[in-house]
């Protein structure tokens, strides 16, 4: 029986796809990467904003979900998907 080995890419073909010096290739790598890092923050936010949104229409928006006192008009203003007051993000932040 005939032992199958996956094919490899000639060098020639890899270094093909790939344009420009080392730079180029960094530079390129580092686009992607902050690309996928955007996209993934994007995501949370997407989602903060979707909590909120249901906060709002179950009409617990500006209620803190930890102390279940009010959030500051301020800090909703800065934060509008805040689920906490700002007392209990600075506990919350502590304890990390």
Sequence with gaps: MAATSA???PIESTESV?????????????DIYINMHLR???ARVLKAIDGALHRLESGTFGICEMCTGPI???RLKAVPWAKVCITCKEKKD???
């Design 40 to 42: 993934q923050t994007d």
């Design 94 to 96: 502590q304890g990390k």
């Design 7 to 9: 094919k490899k890419m």
């Design 18 to 30: 790939r344009k420009g010096d080392w730079i180029d290739q960094s530079s390129e790598d580092n």
């Design 72 to 74: 500051s008009p301020a």
